[in-house]
């Protein structure tokens, strides 16, 4: 009896599956399709994190990665915009960056993935709640 109701579970179970058609070969959008837009196609990533440049070295950290940040001019441009919303020298603010990722090793850079910012998209002040630093001073 047990035996009977389980094959009859499992036949309805899948049975009762929805059949879907998978359309994601029409949806694709190749490099060579017509409909990739020129940003898609440059082989650059957009980044969405904090940033910050303090001592000669700078950082970005996203939701799921940590990059080094190659130090170019427009790292130092991105800077520029970023001190406008710091209090203090190593404050992070977020920002929105399309940029050449690399694992590439560096003398001076030793974080596993590194970032070249090519392009910037926006730099917002950073929210008060997510200031949870302890300071102690003398």
């Known amino acids: 009896m047990k035996k009977i109701f389980f094959i009859a579970f499992t036949l309805t179970a899948f049975l009762s599956c929805k059949k879907e058609t998978k359309s994601a070969e029409n949806d694709l959008i190749t490099a060579d399709s017509p409909e990739k837009t020129a940003k898609q196609n440059d082989g650059l ?23 080094g940040v190659l130090i170019t001019d427009k790292m130092h441009e991105l800077n520029k915009k970023a ?56």
């Open 83 to 138: 001190e406008t919303h710091k209090s203090n020298p190593t404050d992070m603010v977020p920002v929105e960056i399309r940029g050449r990722i690399t694992n590439k090793k560096d003398e001076k850079i030793l974080w596993e993935n590194k970032v070249e910012i090519v392009e910037i998209l926006n730099v917002t002040a950073p929210k008060q709640e997510d200031n949870n630093v302890v300071k102690l001073e003398n």
């Open 45 to 67: 990533t957009l980044l969405k994190g904090d940033f910050v440049f303090y001592d000669g070295a700078a950082v970005l950290q996203t939701h799921t990665n940590i990059y």
